[in-house]
Structure formats: structure tokens, C-alpha cells
């Protein structure tokens, strides 16, 4: 079993990560309960970034309650692989200067142009993460 990974070394492999999986799961809360979703990913150092429009149902449910989370890794491949699980809380933004450096062709099916004042970034500021890599060899990162 490979030793546990702490500090610095911890937030690179977890930065790695962010950087590597372009698509993740995204839960927010409705009603109560989770509601989850696949979202493009995109990160400022160990926080969560996300585009979203304004008048889509995760803005109205972190308006409602910021509690969110974040999975991303594998992408279909089977164990051993890198897992990142964040639990946190995200906030609602209107950043034009984001948005515009996050902005990718494909997303003119959502959006007219990053322009679009529909346009909004959530960014998820993690409280834990836990980083799985391998058969279950779990680290664990805690904001300080």
C-alpha cells in the first residue's frame, strides 16, 4: 500500500487531476436530496469552475443552498485509476473575464458567444477532498 500523500504533494496530484478531466459530476441539492449532473470542468488552482446559465435549475438550487460536490476521474476505465471527490461550497458569479478565458467553440450550441449575458461561473471552493489513487489508497485534503 503506497504511503498517504499530504501538503503540497497532495494539492499538485489533486491540480493534476483538475486539470486532466475535463468532464465531471456535479451535485447540487434540490428538494433535500442530491441532484447530480455532467459538467465541463475547469479549476483556478484547487477550486472548481463551471459555466452555467443563469436560468438553469443548478443556479436556482445552489441559490437555494450552496452545499455542492464534485467527482471526476476514471472516465470509463476500471480500477486502479484517479479518483477526486470534493464537497464544498459553491458560489454564483457573473465574470466576463472567466468566461471568456474558459470559452470553448462547442459551447455556442448553449450560449450565443461569450458574451451571452446568460453566461454565469459557479466556483465550487472546496472544504475536503478526497483523492483515491490505485486499489482504495485514499488522501484525504481539509481547507485550513
Known amino acids: 500500500m503506497a504511503n498517504k500523500l499530504e501538503g503540497a504533494e497532495l494539492e499538485n496530484k489533486i491540480a493534476e487531476a483538475l486539470h486532466k478531466y475535463e468532464y465531471g459530476v456535479l451535485s447540487t441539492i434540490e428538494d433535500d436530496k442530491p441532484r447530480s449532473r455532467y459538467m465541463a470542468v475547469f479549476?483556478?488552482?484547487?477550486?472548481?469552475?463551471?459555466?452555467?446559465?443563469?436560468?438553469?435549475?443548478?443556479?436556482?438550487?445552489l441559490e437555494d443552498n450552496p452545499h455542492a460536490s464534485l467527482?471526476?476521474?476514471?472516465?470509463?476505465?476500471?480500477?486502479?485509476?484517479v479518483i477526486v471527490d470534493m464537497q464544498g461550497t459553491a458560489s454564483i458569479k457573473k465574470d466576463e473575464g472567466i468566461v471568456k478565458e474558459l470559452w470553448e467553440d462547442d459551447m455556442s450550441q448553449y450560449w450565443d458567444g461569450p458574451e451571452d449575458p446568460n453566461i454565469v461561473v459557479l466556483e465550487l471552493k472546496p472544504e475536503t477532498i478526497v483523492y483515491t489513487e490505485g486499489h482504495n489508497e485514499q488522501s484525504v485534503w481539509k481547507r485550513s
Not at 71 to 81: F, T, V
Open 43 to 61: 479549476h483556478d488552482g484547487l477550486n472548481a469552475l463551471f459555466l452555467a446559465d443563469r436560468r438553469s435549475h443548478k443556479v436556482d438550487q
Open 71 to 81: 467527482l471526476l476521474g476514471l472516465e470509463g476505465r476500471k480500477h486502479p485509476g
